[in-house]
């Protein structure tokens, strides 16, 4: 009562006193604008962020991790079914990483028969949707949430940051088949080497600042070039779209399988220890053997793989080094294996 009766007085003083009261409303004014000046500066992040993404994965990772710090989420993605295109960054790891991504699969494919609906609850995730203008439509933007129901100030500024992203994110649609083309091996298409040499880096950093696991394997194809003095350059490049195939078949989608030239390949496996890497270059060893290519008089077509798991204190040229000495390691033992580096 004591308490509430000071606040009164307190509260009647101001209002009783110009003075107080114009200083009372200068504070409240000084606190608004410095809140506001804030989040300007972030504004301006996130234009930062977005000019320096190129194509429409990395813009919406550029997005999701802007937007962490402002309202916590554990999934964004991107989804235009009209043109194929559907880009997920999540920011979970291990288990739960997969668990989110079983979730949002689920979810998108529900989009369509939800119609307009924007936030609804799924197990214990909290979805919101948004539909993204952009060149042929269709497109919308989802946020999975598992710490609860985003308030009113944050959809608030979290619709603020779309209005940022919109635009950028609408010329990353209309160009996306441009970098696409650039960022394929024309022949096998798969990722090509500049792709390789952009998402190393990031992909160490994430591995190496969450403590996660994260193997590099360095392929290079057996007794590939009796078939292309046999039977000439375009039965070898038929034979380079075969293998591409068999082995993309059998990675992961968060693995980054790569045509570097020729006929060598590179393996990036994030959330990947020696153990489950062993398992699954020994199975790509045997597709491409199963594959029953071979010249007259040569032995069969296979692959010698190098693999290596980073570890800290490694630089990412020892890592590679370390691949590379693997790789060649195979090939001396026989060839169509692999050897831990």
């Known amino acids: 009562m004591q308490a509430a009766l000071s606040l009164s007085t307190d509260a009647a003083r101001v209002a009783d006193n110009p003075v ?15 809140r506001r000046s804030e989040w300007l500066v972030k504004i301006n992040d996130l234009h930062a962020r977005l000019a320096g993404a190129l194509d429409l994965s990395s813009m919406v990772e550029a997005y999701s991790v802007w937007l962490m710090p402002v309202v916590e989420h554990n999934l964004i993605a991107y989804d235009n079914p009209r043109q194929g295109r559907r880009h997920l960054f ?37 979805v919101y949707c948004w539909a993204v203008p952009d060149c042929e439509g269709g497109g919308r933007l989802m946020l999975l949430r598992k710490a609860g129901q985003i308030g009113d100030a944050e959809i608030a500024q979290l619709e603020e940051g779309l209005a940022v992203l919109q635009e950028p994110l609408q010329r990353a649609v209309e160009y996306e088949d441009i970098f696409e083309q650039a960022r394929r091996d024309s022949l096998t298409g798969l990722a090509n080497r500049r792709v390789f040499e952009d998402r190393l880096g990031p992909l160490l950093e994430s591995a190496r600042r969450h403590g996660r696991p994260i193997t590099l394997a360095s392929m290079d194809l057996d007794y590939f070039k009796q078939i292309n003095d046999t039977f000439g350059h375009a039965k070898g490049d038929q034979v380079l779209r075969m293998v591409a195939q068999a082995m993309s078949g059998m990675v992961r989608t968060s693995d980054l399988l790569v045509r570097i030239g020729g006929d060598e390949f590179q393996l990036l496996m994030p959330e990947t220890e020696m153990a489950n890497a062993r398992i699954l270059v020994e199975r790509l060893c045997k597709a491409v053997h199963d594959l029953g290519i071979q010249a007259p008089g040569s032995p069969r077509l296979g692959v010698s793989i190098g693999f290596v798991q980073w570890q800290p204190g490694l630089s990412t040229e020892e890592w590679l080094q370390r691949a590379d000495e693997a790789l060649y390691q195979a090939k001396a033992m026989g060839r169509s294996r692999a050897c831990v580096g």
């Open 90 to 126: 999540c920011s979970c790891h291990g288990p739960d990483r997969r668990r989110v991504m079983m979730v949002a699969d689920k979810m998108i494919g529900q989009l369509e028969c939800r119609g307009g609906e924007t936030c609804w609850q799924e197990d214990d995730f909290y």
């Open 20 to 34: 107080h009261a114009d200083m009372h409303n200068l504070m409240v004014e000084l606190d608004r604008y410095r």
